[in-house]
């Protein structure tokens, strides 16, 4: 029996738990609507279109971006679209927002994706892969901005690890 040398892509862990509470939140939402369209004898088959639409809706604006990484790529796929960079391939990574922040970056073959930073803190695997991809930029010389926000949001990702360790033993 043969091993595979190479790891599967990392993902976001929480995608699924997060898919679901959306999924949930449509269901519950449409059960409602056509719960109280019915008890108030107005429910026709148009608004049951019309509640189904919504909650469709509804499902598409809670599900949130499933993030991917593997060797050299990053990959957001959003319920409409795709989008992936080459992270040993990187230009530019910026930081957006105050209160709810987002990194956009950008590689050498023009392409650009925006990501929530708080899935690169919740996936130490998402995290690594983007980080080795960033060291290898940082080798080739393509990356000439953002490295003082990766530093920044290295350090903040090893001190929340570092507490959770500490959170686990006991000693915090």
């Known amino acids: 029996m043969r091993r595979n040398s190479r790891p599967g892509p990392a993902d976001d862990r929480h995608w699924r738990g997060s ?18 369209d019915w008890d108030a004898g107005t429910l026709t088959a148009p608004r049951v279109v019309l ?9 598409l604006m ?49 392409h650009r994706l925006e990501l929530d930073p708080r899935v690169l803190t919740a996936n130490p695997f ?20 953002g490295t003082d926000v990766l530093e920044c949001l290295g350090r903040q990702i090893d001190g929340e690890t570092a507490q959770a360790v500490l959170r686990a033993s006991g000693l915090s």
């Open 62 to 110: 809670l599900l949130p971006h499933r993030v991917t990484a593997g060797p050299g790529w990053l990959t957001v796929r959003g319920p409409l679209r795709r989008r992936t960079v080459r992270t040993d391939a990187l230009t530019s990574v910026r930081q957006y927002g105050d209160v709810s922040t987002h990194l956009v970056l950008r590689d050498t073959y023009g």
């Open 126 to 145: 998402l995290w690594h892969e983007l980080d080795t991809g960033v060291r290898r930029s940082l080798e080739r010389g393509t990356l000439r901005q």
């Open 19 to 36: 898919a679901r509470l959306a999924a949930v939140c449509a269901c519950v939402f449409s059960a409602l609507a056509l719960l109280i």
């Open 51 to 59: 509640w189904t639409a919504l909650s469709a809706a509804i499902f």
